[in-house]
Structures are given as C-alpha cells and as structure tokens.
C-alpha cells in the first residue's frame, strides 16, 4: 500500500491518502483445484470455467466434484435402499399458486415473487 499526503495550505490538518494496488491474477490464468485438476480463468469476468467429466461410469458411480480437498476422492453412490425413505418423496417443483392455501403466509411470499418476477419480465422488453 503506497500512502499519499499533503498539508493543506488554510489548515494545519495534513490529509493522508492510502493507494490500494489490487493484486488480482492475470487474466486466462489457470487455477489449481484439488487432485491435479485445473481449470481456466476467464479473462473478461472472474468466473472459473471447471472441467466437465465425460466419464460415464464414473458419474453413475461417483458424485462428481463432492471432494474439495486437494487429496481423497468423492463420496460413492450407495444404492436406493440404503437412503431414508423421505428422501424420495421430496418434491422437486415448487407447488403451484392455485393448490396453496390462501391464508398461509407462504402463498403471499409466492404470489409477491411472481408479481415482482412478471414486472421485471415487462420492464426487460420496454
């Protein structure tokens, strides 16, 4: 950090401004994530473009990407009978606005997302 002052003439207060540098890596930069895999930075945005595995028996196996450490593997898919039985019947749709209660604060975070959803849509295509 580089410090910057001066006195100003009418005061006696001397002002001191600090100078961040960032230190950010160099664009297309590559990442090291654990086990020896890298990936890419992109150089227009921050974001991490990650490898894709194309391995199937791998992925019915094994769910990939589970181990963040740079040693171990990723945890392996047990069969159906060894999950708890509530696992199955969670829903995976949100419920529809007709078949909620209207008197349950639910439907009213529903109904004021959906109206904020559609406005946002319209003002998009002004």
């Known amino acids: 950090m580089n410090k910057l002052c001066r006195i100003l003439p009418k005061k006696i207060i001397s002002t001191c401004y600090q ?9 297309g930069s590559k990442v090291t994530l654990g086990k020896g895999v890298t990936s890419k930075k992109v ?23 589970s181990n963040y450490l740079k040693e171990g593997e990723d945890i392996k898919l047990k069969p159906d009978s060894e999950y708890p039985d509530w696992l199955w019947t969670i829903p ?10 209207p008197n349950t604060k ?9 109206g904020l959803q559609n406005n946002n849509l319209k003002r998009k295509f002004r």
């Open 19 to 27: 100078i961040q540098t960032n230190n950010y890596a160099a664009p």
């Open 106 to 114: 639910q439907y009213w975070r529903r109904l004021r997302k959906l």
């Open 43 to 65: 150089a227009s945005s921050n974001k991490i473009i990650h490898p894709v595995e194309k391995d199937t028996n791998k992925l019915v196996t094994y769910v990939c990407g």
């Open 92 to 101: 995976l749709t949100p419920p529809r606005l007709e078949d909620m209660d």
